[in-house]
């Protein structure tokens, strides 16, 4: 989409990026600190996740018509093409939350080499961008360390986005309004020491600078990998696996019909069908179960703990499905609808520990018992912190590692209805869940026989879990994760 590189300014490869620390970097956005040159998916991911399955279809019919603009008209005639299509009624509090807890993950799996190269070795660092601003900064100052964040205002009334901007068409940022911007931002005088651009558009504001440098398009060069980035996504929200291409969000559109009517049939086997046969039947439904390691046999005594890493609410039913018979699970925030479509029994936690220890020693001295100790789940390769209590009840524990594999949607959520979770992870095409039991936990390392402390006991089955499935330990907890995400502890009422 957009125009060749001018000669005058050289490529960002030949930047020297030694000895910046004092320096003051100003850079674009799309395709020069993202190789992405289109800024269509990120609109679409908020259009999907704070205006639903709707507002992505407005975004998707306006998309020809930007791209139209962009190259007959202007790239800020474009952009307003799609602000509107995307944020119009839309309230502003719903952006901001997409932006703080969706976006981040895409942007940062897009970030060009060379780009941030020179934009992390800067000590001052400036973004300039048409996007608007209530998109990127959450990912730029939080995520990328920038310091100042310079991009389109959108217009609202009374809390809701109007679909236009501010200061009429001269308000997205392009051309000679970057220049402007950063004019008005640093001081009439300014000079920072490196620009960034991409485009002919971002002449203006690199002219600026003491140096410039474009940055060419490659379909070779690869993102940044998540291992050198300053600060890692380990939290993120939304329902879309993949950034929403124009195609990408086409045949999520044309899927939508078959895949909420699959879902509900692969619900309804999970639910009505008995146990021993839920495995089968969810492999001929097409969602893809690998059992590993040595499931134990119904305890005759005292029943066996299961303590699993958390990576969506339908653990303990694949738990289940993996031994063939029906496992109830200690639970902490779940639906009404949820509780009311488990095949399982689902007790929820009182978060009063004497209270719950109490119950979990009643459940075990009746059974086994499936508890999931980080108390909330973690999409990227991260387990969060054992909780400690189910070590100190039972010398009987088996660790069992959880990985599963979805291609289009997300079966977790942290903002919205979480009842809608079983469906969405169903909804997948090809959904698969890993199932992996360890080693009864050694009678040395318990808390009765072993005399080990609770807390020693949950970080050595967190370590052991995490190397299982090549995961990072972490000490984040339940309430990290809703606070950085939807703002509160993550507590559902009854």
């Known amino acids: 989409m957009a125009t060749a590189a001018p000669a005058k300014f050289p490529t960002v490869d030949n930047c020297d990026s030694t000895g910046r620390e ?7 956005m799309d395709g020069t600190l993202l190789i992405a040159r289109s800024s269509f998916p990120y609109f679409a991911l908020v259009a999907f996740e704070a205006g639903g399955v709707l507002r992505l279809l407005l975004l998707l019919l306006a ?126 005088d300014c000079q920072p020491e490196v620009g960034l651009g991409d485009r002919r558009t971002d002449e203006p504001f690199m002219a600026l600078c003491k140096e410039g440098f474009m940055v060419p398009p ?44 699959l879902a509900c049939l692969r619900v309804a086997a999970g639910s009505l069908l008995p146990m021993p046969i839920v495995y089968h039947a969810f492999t001929a439904l097409g969602v893809r179960v690998t059992v590993r390691g040595n499931p134990p046999p119904p305890s005759s005594s005292s029943g066996v703990l299961f303590v699993c890493s958390h990576r969506t609410l339908l653990d303990p039913i694949f738990l289940s499905a993996a031994l ?90 942290a903002r919205g209805w979480k009842g809608m979770d079983p469906f969405y992870f169903f909804m997948n095409p090809s ?22 402390s609770g807390h020693e006991v949950a970080n050595y089955i967190q370590r052991v879990i995490a190397a299982t499935v090549s995961y990072e330990c972490t000490s984040f907890t339940r309430k990290d994760k809703y606070r950085a995400l939807a703002g509160n502890d993550g507590i559902i009422a009854s």
Not at 241 to 258: D, G, I, S
């Open 324 to 413: 063939g018979r029906p496992v109830p699970a200690v639970v902490y925030s779940v639906s009404r609808l949820s509780e009311l479509i488990s095949p399982i029994r689902t007790v929820r936690l009182s978060r009063d520990r004497a209270a719950d220890a109490a119950m979990i020693r009643k459940l075990l001295a009746e059974g086994d018992l499936a508890i999931c100790p980080e108390g909330t789940t973690c999409r990227e390769p991260f387990l969060l912190r054992f909780s400690a209590l189910f070590a100190e009840l039972t010398d009987e524990i088996v660790p069992v590692a959880m990985v599963n594999r979805m291609g289009m949607f997300h079966g977790t959520a």
């Open 63 to 188: 998309s020809p018509l930007a791209a139209v603009l962009y190259h007959l008209v202007s790239e800020r005639a474009s952009i307003q093409v799609l602000i509107f299509s995307t944020f119009a009624g839309m309230r502003v509090a719903d952006i901001e939350s997409v932006a703080r807890a969706v976006l981040p993950k895409f942007y940062t799996a897009d970030l060009h080499p060379e780009s941030w190269r020179v934009f992390s070795a800067c000590g001052r660092r400036v973004v300039l961008t048409a996007n608007p601003r209530v998109m990127v900064e959450p990912t730029l100052r939080g995520f990328l360390g920038a310091d100042l964040v310079l991009g389109t205002e959108i217009a609202a009334f009374r809390g809701r986005a109007t679909g236009f901007v501010k200061g009429g068409a001269a308000g997205v940022l392009v051309g000679e309004s970057k220049a402007h911007a950063l004019r008005g931002a640093l001081g009439e």
């Open 22 to 28: 004092n320096h003051t970097v100003v850079a674009d």
């Open 431 to 452: 959904p698969a869940y890993e199932v992996t039991f360890l080693s009864k936990l050694p009678a040395e390392l318990t808390c009765g026989s072993g005399r080990k």
């Open 218 to 261: 490659d379909p070779e060069v690869r993102p940044v990998s998540a291992d050198n980035l300053p600060r890692p996504v380990v939290f993120h929200d939304g329902r879309l696996v993949q950034k929403p291409t124009p195609l990408t969000a086409l045949l999520t559109l044309l899927w939508l019909p078959v895949g909420f009517p």
